[in-house]
C-alpha cells in the first residue's frame, strides 16, 4: 500500500513550505527552498558520516539538551493533535498564541466538537490556512469520537485516516505523545540530515528512511526533536551559525564555516 505523504497539505518535494511562518517574504521562502534544495543536492555527493561518527553526533546533542520536546503548548495527547494539525505554514509561538485560550475551554474532542467549527475559527483566525484547519479539527474531533472512543489512537494507520493528518503529524504524535521513535521530517529535519552527510535523500520520506535505517536504537526517541531544534536555531537555511556549532567538526557540508 503506497504510504501517505510526508506532510500534510500543503506539501513540497524538500518540505520548506510546511513549516514557513506565514510572515515570511516571498524572497525569503525562495531563499529557504533553495538552501534545501542545495543542501539535498550537495547531500548526495559528499561522505557519509561513519557509525562512530554519527554515535558523537547524537551523545552531543544528548549532553546538551537529554530530553528535547516539541515546542509546541499541549496538555494531552488530543490537543497535541490538534496543535500539530493546527501549525502547518505556521510558527509554533503563533500556534501557541492562540491555542492557549482555546485549550483551556476545547481540550477534547467532545468539547471540541462541542465549541463548534465557527467559534473554532474566530479562535485560530490569527494562524495561516485558519478556515481549513477548522474544518479539519473539527471533523477529526467527531471522527475520534465516533472510532476511537475519544481517545488519541497509537497506530499510524488510524491517525493518517483523520482529516487534515499526514504522515509528518502521525510522525510528531506518535513520537512526542507516545514515545515511539519516529522520524517526523519537516524543512529543518530535511536540510540538517542532508548537510550534516548523516542522512542524504531528495525527498523527506527519503530522509526519514535513511535516518530510520542510521541513527542508533539507542539515540532514536530523541532524534526528531534534537535534529529539528539543530535546523531551527543553528544550521539555519540562509545563515547556518557554524561557528557556534557543537558538531561543526562531524558535518560534511562544504558551505560551512567552521570545524
Ligand atoms: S557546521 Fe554549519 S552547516 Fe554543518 S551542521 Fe553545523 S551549522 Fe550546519
Redesign the pocket.
Known amino acids: 500500500m503506497p504510504r501517505k505523504p510526508m506532510f500534510d497539505p500543503p506539501r513540497s518535494a524538500t518540505g520548506d513550505e510546511a513549516e514557513a511562518p506565514p510572515h515570511e517574504t516571498a524572497a525569503t521562502a525562495r531563499g529557504r527552498a533553495k538552501a534545501n534544495a542545495t543542501a539535498a543536492r550537495l547531500g548526495a555527493a559528499v561522505a557519509r558520516l561513519t557509525p562512530d561518527e554519527i554515535v558523537q553526533l547524537f551523545r552531543r546533542f544528548e549532553a546538551a539538551n537529554p530530553s528535547p520536546t516539541s515546542e509546541l503548548v499541549y496538555v494531552n495527547p488530543f490537543t497535541l493533535l490538534v496543535a500539530v494539525v493546527l501549525s502547518a505554514q505556521s510558527t509554533d509561538a503563533g500556534v501557541n498564541k492562540a491555542t492557549k485560550p482555546l485549550f483551556a475551554i476545547a481540550d477534547t474532542p467532545a468539547k471540541m466538537v462541542a465549541l463548534g467549527e465557527e467559534r473554532l475559527r474566530e479562535a485560530i483566525k490569527t494562524i495561516g490556512l485558519y478556515r481549513n484547519k477548522a474544518r479539519n479539527v473539527v471533523a477529526l474531533s467527531e471522527r475520534l469520537i465516533a472510532d476511537h472512543g475519544g481517545e488519541v489512537p497509537r497506530e499510524r494507520a488510524a491517525l493518517e485516516a483523520l482529516p487534515g493528518v499526514g504522515r509528518k503529524t502521525a510522525n510528531v504524535v506518535l513520537n512526542t505523545a507516545f514515545g515511539e521513535p519516529t522520524m517526523a521530517v519537516d524543512t529543518h529535519m530535511f536540510r ?1 540530515a542532508n ?2 552527510g548523516l542522512a542524504p535523500g531528495k525527498t523527506p520520506l527519503a530522509v526519514e528512511d535513511e535516518l530510520e535505517r542510521v541513527v542508533p536504537d539507542a539515540f532514536k526517541r530523541h532524534a526528531h526533536h534534537w535534529l529539528i531544534l ?2 531551527r536555531y ?3 537555511a540562509l545563515k ?3 561557528g ?5 567538526d ?4 562544504p ?5
Open positions: 540538517v548537510r550534516l539543530h535546523g543553528v544550521c539555519k547556518p551559525d557554524c557556534h556549532c557543537p558538531v561543526a562531524l558535518c560534511r557540508f558551505g560551512k564555516t567552521a570545524g
